[in-house]
């Protein structure tokens, strides 16, 4: 079944403890994508990857790392989490071939409370 | 002034009835055009794009404005399944950045 898994699929945490959230597609999207989803601001995006090795920020890439070593895995860390990165995450891929009307899928996000 | 703006809803509809959506957008390099739906909790699905033609899809109707930039979505006779966030999402010219609105609440009543 083609899917976006993420892990885990919620957390709780403190603040300034390191955490890493996975993501990982089987479809062999070359996009993948991080958002944030926050009451009355919507889904905004942090980093994007075009390919493996290539990734760049979005609108809001302050205090998050990514990285994309594999095409299928693109982990989203939080260095030192503060109580303003509590959110829900989702993990997004799609294929850049083909036309500009690209579908993007969905993980079924996680949900992380910094404390 | 935000990106991708959307009717702030929430709309409460009745079954059968006939809803429409709309959305703008400020960045005239725009190139493609969705309309995604996100149920409560759940991750948002790609439910139509939008062409410069307009496009149809069953009770769904996606039309694209360009020059006045403005995107809209007409659903209609509709169901109780239709109860949903619709999030309007603008990709830039470069294909690379997805912006998406705040989304509108759609509640279909018995």
């Known amino acids: 079944e083609a899917q976006v898994t993420q892990n885990p699929r919620y957390l709780i945490t403190v603040t300034g403890k390191k955490l890493t959230v996975t993501c990982s597609q089987n479809?062999?999207?070359?996009?993948m994508s991080w958002y944030r989803q926050d009451p009355g601001l919507g889904l905004r995006q942090i980093y994007y990857?075009?390919?493996?090795?290539?990734?760049d920020k979005g609108d809001v890439p302050e205090g998050y790392k990514v990285s994309r070593k594999e095409k299928r895995n693109f982990p989203l860390i939080l260095e030192s989490p503060s109580p303003n990165q509590t959110s829900l995450y989702f993990c997004?891929?799609?294929?850049?071939?083909?036309?500009?009307?690209?579908?993007?899928?969905f993980g079924p996000g996680t949900r992380l409370t910094v404390t | 002034r935000k990106e991708v703006e959307q009717d702030p809803g929430p709309f409460n509809v009745p079954e059968g009835a006939t809803v429409a959506f709309n959305c703008t957008y400020s960045?005239?390099?725009?190139?493609?055009f969705f309309w995604y739906r996100q149920d409560c909790r759940k991750e948002p699905k790609l439910l139509m794009s939008?062409?410069?033609s307009g496009n149809e899809d069953g009770r769904f109707t996606a039309q694209l404005n360009r020059a006045s930039q403005y995107i809209s979505l007409l659903i209609r006779d509709s169901k109780l399944s239709d109860s949903a966030t619709y999030l309007c999402?603008?990709?830039?010219?470069?294909?690379?950045?997805?912006?998406f609105g705040p989304g509108t609440r759609l509640s279909v009543l018995p």
């Open positions: 997004a891929s799609r294929t850049n071939r083909g036309t500009l009307s690209y579908e993007q899928y």
């Open positions: 479809m062999n999207h070359e996009y």
């Open positions: 990857s075009m390919n493996v090795e290539v990734t």
């Open positions: 960045n005239s390099a725009s190139q493609s």
């Open positions: 939008v062409y410069s």
């Open positions: 999402v603008v990709n830039d010219d470069y294909g690379q950045n997805f912006v």
